[in-house]
Nanobody, 119 residues
């Protein structure tokens, strides 16, 4: 069983920055692929960024490239999402997710943390 707990959300003005953190449990954390997703009101949940904890393969959604940075710390079992140059369209609940198998989808999810960007 894997537990994920996000933190770091909040209210920020447009142009500002936030750093989200995700604390993970799990004995084999270093083999996971960790992702950040977000869901805005009335919209589908969408992929933001992902990192493989072994090999550090990273992917970003096009709309965050150059603004957001995903990173991880195997020793601390943590994943981070540094978000810069935030705009109102980034307002959403941000979820941390873990993919613990080589195939399939993300199979563990956190409860989410709210990010609100004001104009």
């Amino acid at each position: 069983q894997v537990q994920l707990v996000e933190s770091g959300g909040g209210l920020v003005q447009a142009g500002g920055s936030l750093r989200l953190s995700c604390a993970a449990s799990g004995r084999t954390f270093s083999t996971y692929r960790m992702g950040w997703f977000r869901q805005a009101p009335g919209k589908e949940r969408e992929f933001v960024a992902a990192i493989s904890m072994i090999g550090a393969s990273i992917d970003y959604a096009d709309f965050v490239k150059g603004r957001f940075t995903i990173s991880g710390d195997n020793a601390k079992k943590m994943v981070y999402l540094q978000m810069n140059s935030l705009n109102v369209e980034d307002t959403a609940v941000y979820f941390c997710a873990a993919k613990t198998t080589l195939t399939g989808t993300y199979n563990y999810w956190g409860q989410g943390t709210q990010v609100t960007v004001s104009s």
